[in-house]
């Protein structure tokens, strides 16, 4: 008896650790952009992600997904995205009169962070 018990159990415990268990995969798309200059990191840069569209006619113009952040005291702005993508990647810096600037071009992949830096002159 105490046998057929332990099996029992067993086969509930199993059951139970079984159907409770999650499946699902992390899919976030994970961007981490650093800027920098001929003298190092910049801090306080805007980082612009967004992709150019092109439609039937021709016309190009930016799509609806597209974020943008200022970068901290290191250089870098991080971003999160649900699906992969490829964006552009725009970073200036307004230093006095003179603006700085550099371009880029990232490609996201499912569940995966991706490191990017973008050189502005």
């Not at 190092?40 to 952040?69: C, E, I, M």
């Amino acid at each position: 008896m105490k046998h057929l018990l332990f099996i029992i159990s067993g086969l509930a415990f199993s059951m139970i650790l079984f159907t409770t268990t999650s499946c699902d995969k992390n899919t976030d798309c994970k961007a981490t952009i650093t800027v920098v200059d001929s003298t190092g990191f910049v801090g306080n840069a805007r980082v612009k992600l967004f992709a150019n569209v092109k439609s039937s006619s021709g016309q190009t113009f930016v799509g609806d997904v597209k974020a943008d952040g200022v970068t901290d005291d290191a250089g870098t702005v991080k971003f999160t995205f649900k699906l992969p993508a490829i964006f552009d990647i725009s970073a200036v810096r307004v230093v006095g009169t003179k603006t700085l600037t550099g371009t880029a071009i990232i490609k996201l992949e499912e569940g995966k962070g991706i490191d990017k830096q973008v050189t502005i002159k």
